[in-house]
């Protein structure tokens, strides 16, 4: 049996907007496995972030749970959740979020000089060279494009070997040719390394290359349907 590595059971999530209690997530539950590729799909406001972010320990429930690899988020103290997160989830942004005052190499490396270790160049080496960037990496990132923007953030993403990458519209800045090849990428992780990959987004040719589809409304999952396979 697939060993699960994030569970959502029956997870909500208020918040108050001018003035009144919104829920932004209703009763979610669900379980995603090592090596499984989800998509989280549906319109704008439907909650696609929010359970992202639940996911990934960035925010925690007002109703149910969510886990990660057995460990409840919200029972969690603050250097247990820092470590959780440092070592286990790696995220994937629409809009990149490398830093411009870095080199492509120095982006990639971050994560792990932040938690005290040294000597990662040539890790970080090869998590570019997995994304075909590694020729790239004395660039600064405004020397590059989107998707070559995006290739470095996922190689940032796979530098402590998290087993859950979480990724919000990873494909929602570039054009449809390159998206396909972050696509490919993201269908790679979850194959070739075993991670577990909760993507969010509203392109059904994206959400295609997902083992499941997770379908959300208004804070709701309507259905769960298979993807691929």
Partial sequence: MTRVIVSLQEAGKECI????RVHALRDVSFEAGAGELIAIVGRSGCG???LLHLAGAMDFPTSGTVAIEGQVTSELSDNALTRL??????????????LNTL??????????????????????????RW??????AARMPWQLSGGEQQRVA??????ASPRLILADEPTGNLDTATGDV????????????GATVLMATHN????????????LRDGAIVEIRDGRR
């Fill in 85 to 98: 997160r440092r070592e286990k989830v790696g995220f994937i942004f629409q809009s990149f979020q490398l």
């Fill in 182 to 193: 972050i696509l490919s990428l993201l269908r790679r992780i979850a194959d070739e390394r």
């Fill in 131 to 136: 994304v075909e960037m590694e020729s790239y």
């Fill in 17 to 20: 907007a001018d003035g009144a």
């Fill in 204 to 215: 059904q040719d994206a959400a295609a290359i997902a083992d499941r589809m997770v379908c």
């Fill in 48 to 50: 696609k972030s929010t």
């Fill in 154 to 159: 996922i190689a940032r993403a796979l530098i």
């Fill in 103 to 128: 080199s492509v190499v120095e982006n990639v490396e971050l994560p792990l000089m932040l938690a005290g270790m040294m000597a990662v160049r040539g890790h970080a080496l090869e998590r570019l």
